[in-house]
């Protein structure tokens, strides 16, 4: 099974990835980190209670790989909760690198089944509600 570390000053969030629920999400996120893409990249959004949302090159929100996959809602863990990783996107069918991570099942019932969940953070959940804005993903770490 792979894993991912995000390493950051605030801490490392360990992911277990949900390749059977979301193969290709997981992949193209494995691609970007192996390929370096995240290291250095912040989390550009944060609503506190709600989600942290990195993976834009430009830091705003409005930057992606410059292709866009398809999501994948139809698998059993599709639901949003307390450290799962989600693909955001503008609108289905449009993600690409930005993803977030959730504080809580609380405010993101929502998005079940309308954003991509691919995994979930199982070590270093306490990271998670120490990031701000504008932190910085110093590096993605794929574990095979």
Known sequence: MKT?????KKGVMKIEFFENDAPNTV????DLAN???YDGLTFHRVIPNF???GGCPKGDGSGGPGYQID???????QYHDRGVLSMAHAGRNTGGSQFFICHSRENVS???RNHTVFG???DGLEVIDQIKEDDVMEKVV???
């Open 27 to 30: 992949k193209n996120f494995v």
């Open 35 to 37: 390929d370096g893409y």
């Open 71 to 77: 999501c994948e809602l139809d698998g059993d863990n």
């Open 51 to 53: 989600v942290i949302q």
């Open 142 to 144: 794929i574990n095979e």
């Open 110 to 112: 929502h998005l079940d």
């Open 4 to 8: 991912a570390e995000i390493h950051t």
């Open 120 to 122: 979930k953070v199982v």
